[in-house]
């Protein structure tokens, strides 16, 4: 599955004043993470991914993705539990005075099916072998 979600970072929204957005996905393991700045970001979007008070993405703390016409990329392992599904996205403008609109799109599988095997059921058919 993958959730696309729309941030809509106004002038308004400033280090000080972040937009807020709760990303609602079904449990699983987030397996993808694409955030997609437009032509006019000229670098001074900034985005953070939460879970909680953690910051998952990018994983330095107090950092933050960035780009202009470009999409930030990357796969990742990250489990989340039946009841704690919901991420954070925290977004602000650097330096503008303008609107715009960046997505994040996320993909998220069951456990099952992106690691189909525990491994002590991986061992046990190599040893069958």
Known sequence: MF????LTITAAH???NKLQL????SA?????????FPDDADHNIRVQIFDANLQLWPT???AALRGDAAIVSF???YEMSPGNNTLR?????EDTETATTVFANI??????IIQPFSLAELLRSVQRS
Do not use: C, K
């Open 89 to 93: 996205a925290y977004a602000w403008w």
């Open 14 to 16: 400033t280090a000080a």
């Open 3 to 6: 959730y696309s979600f729309t």
């Open 28 to 36: 699983g393991i987030v397996h993808q993470v694409d955030i997609l």
């Open 22 to 25: 709760d990303l609602e996905m």
């Open 107 to 112: 993909g998220v599988l069951p456990r099952a």
């Open 60 to 62: 330095n703390r107090g």
């Open 75 to 77: 796969r990742d392992f």
